[in-house]
Every structure is written in C-alpha cells, then in structure tokens.
T-cell receptor, first 116, second 114 residues
Framework: AQSVAQPEDQVNVAEGNPLTVKCTYSVSGNPYLFWYVQYPNRGLQFLLKYITGDNLVKGSYGFEAEFNKSQTSFHLKKPSALVSDSALYFC??????????????FGAGTRLFVKA | DARVTQTPRHKVTEMGQEVTMRCQPILGHNTVFWYRQTMMQGLELLAYFRNRAPLDDSGMPKDRFSAEMPDATLATLKIQPSEPRDSAVYFCASAPTGNYDEQYFGPGTRLTVT
C-alpha cells in the first residue's frame, strides 16, 4: 500500500528566508510524486511533479522539490519565501505500477506561514 | 483561463435529505475525480471516471453515495440519505487526456448536514 507522510503540521518562516516543507513516502514500486497548494476557500493547485529523470524538479511560483530515493523523501523548497506563499501544501504519491487506475494518495497537508 | 466549476459552493441540509453536487470539468479533460476533505481524514478519493465511465468508486460508501457522468460536461455526486458525518468539503478535479496526474481542482462544495 502506498502512503505519504508530512511530519510537520505547520512551518513558519520569515519572508525572504528559504523554506522547506517535508514529505516522505512509501510505495511498493517506483513513485510518481506531486506537490499541490491550497489557498483559503480554494481547490488544490498543482505545483510540480516527479516522474523520472533529474532528482530536482522545478515547478510553479519558484518552488522546487528534490527526490531522494534512498531517504524516500520529496521535500518542497523555495530559496526566498514570500508572504503570498502562505497556504496549505499537500504532498501526494502514486505507484508507477498503478497503470490501470490513478489512485493518488495525498498527505495530511502542511500549513506554511510566512511572516513579513 | 479554463477552470473546473462546482455548484453549489455551500449547502446546508438536514439529516436524511438528498444532496446533489455538480461539477463541470475543464473542456477536453476526460478524467474526473471526486474527493472529500475533512479535518480528521484529510483528502480522500471517493471515485473517478475516465471517458465518463466509472473506473473506481471504492472510496465511496455505496449504500448512500452515487456518482455519475451524464455527459462529458457534467459530473454529479449524490448522497441519499445524508448524515451529519457527511459534512465536509467535496472537491471535483479533472485531468487532461494523456496527463492524468496533473489534476485541476474545483473550488469545492462545503456541505453541512445538521
């Protein structure tokens, strides 16, 4: 069975500082990994995905994520945080072998708070 | 700017009543998902469709929930009868052909069952 863990309920960072939102995963096969962001009263928005290839994936709004197979992690990063980055961030995983269906499992979410 | 739309945005109903939530996926997207979000359970996949056919609805309580796609522009999620534990935000998402992993979420329907 596949699962996703986001160990931090909330991450606080000062504007201009780098941010990291952590994610670890568990799948039987190779993973497809995703990050989504949810702003208040809105649906989730796709940020980026890792399918294969370069371990560092770049996405929307200056975010990037690093796939680490040995640590089964896919942490979300941004070099310089903005107040407008404050939102709820979800990590998600799908087993690459799941070609017949598309059950993407989402983590519980991490709330990012960027202070001015 | 194409978006997934959902109606109603908010619904308050009494226990035992039927609830119907509607979703209009992005034109040309052939995969549609229904999710439920609660504080306790997080985001749960209820069902999803490909080319209007249900692929998996194992996440849905079968006795009271039903999901359909009458046509390519409309997906519905019905609860009958509704119960207080169904209170949640229900999201519809769609994904384009060949890029099923990039899901576009609607704004959600906030359901409160009293």
């Amino acid at each position: 069975a596949q699962s996703v863990a986001q160990p931090e309920d909330q991450v606080n960072v000062a504007e201009g500082n780098p941010l990291t939102v952590k994610c670890t995963y568990s799948v039987s096969g190779n993973p497809y990994l995703f990050w989504y962001v949810q702003y208040p009263n809105r649906g989730l928005q796709f940020l980026l995905k890792y399918i294969t290839g370069d371990n560092l994936v770049k996405g929307s709004y200056g975010f990037e994520a690093e796939f680490n197979k040995s640590q089964t992690s896919f942490h979300l990063k941004k070099p310089s945080a903005l107040v407008s980055d404050s939102a709820l961030y979800f990590c998600a995983v799908r087993d690459m072998r799941d070609t017949g269906g598309f059950k993407t499992i989402f983590g519980a979410g991490t709330r990012l708070f960027v202070k001015a | 700017d194409a978006r997934v739309t959902q109606t109603p945005r908010h619904k308050v109903t009494e226990m035992g009543q039927e609830v119907t939530m509607r979703c209009q996926p992005i034109l040309g997207h052939n995969t549609v998902f229904w999710y439920r979000q609660t504080m306790m359970q997080g985001l749960e996949l209820l069902a999803y469709f490909r080319n209007r056919a249900p692929l998996d609805d194992s996440g849905m309580p079968k006795d009271r929930f039903s999901a359909e796609m009458p046509d390519a522009t409309l997906a519905t999620l019905k609860i009958q009868p509704s119960e207080p534990r169904d209170s949640a935000v229900y999201f519809c998402a769609s994904a384009p052909t060949g890029n099923y992993d990039e899901q576009y979420f609607g704004p959600g329907t906030r359901l409160t069952v009293t």
